[in-house]
């Protein structure tokens, strides 16, 4: 089968799915090849990621890449999400076809992108090199 049934079951039941009204740091990346977009939101609290929510309109693997990745950050350290990679989601997800890859980059830009904007709202310093300072690198 061309897909997982950890895919699947992301994909028919996503978690986390909407939005956070008074997110502390809210992301978006697009990917400009398949036009897909994926928007994450994040609620935090004493350094902790408490509430996570994503909106994702595009194509499955991406739906069941952001289920996983919102999955796998919540209730992490803010910390912890600089090191979220999309290998990570793919292999939590086990697997993805390689032609599908690229939808999980976009969970990973999302995440990052919502943390950078969390950053930023709370003038916390960082490592310009750890985070994107586009949101999609395949969008310019
Ligand atoms: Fe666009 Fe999957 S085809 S994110």
């Known amino acids: ?4 049934e950890t895919v699947m079951d992301h994909f028919r039941h996503p978690r986390n799915v909407g939005i956070i009204e008074n997110a502390d740091g809210v992301g978006e990346v697009g990917n400009a090849k398949c036009g897909d977009i994926m928007k994450i939101y994040l609620k935090i609290d004493d350094g902790q990621v408490t509430d996570v929510k994503f909106e994702t309109f595009g194509c499955g693997s ?8 919102t999955e796998m950050i919540k209730g992490q350290p803010v910390s912890r999400l600089l ?4 290998k990570a ?3 939590a997800l086990n697997g993805l076809p390689p032609h599908k890859l690229h939808c999980s ?12 904007d969390y950053y ?3 003038a916390i310093p960082y490592d310009p090199q750890s ?3 586009t949101s999609c690198e395949s969008c310019h």
């Not at 089968?1 to 997982?4: A, E, F, V």
């Not at 090191?83 to 999309?86: D, F, I, Q, R, Y």
């Open 131 to 133: 985070l994107p300072t």
């Open 1 to 4: 089968m061309l897909y997982s």
């Open 89 to 91: 989601v793919v292999e």
């Open 83 to 86: 090191s979220l990679t999309n």
């Open 120 to 122: 930023d709202r709370n």
């Open 62 to 69: 991406a739906i069941a890449s952001s289920s996983m990745a």
């Open 105 to 116: 980059v976009l969970a990973e830009e999302a995440v990052k992108a919502a943390l950078k």
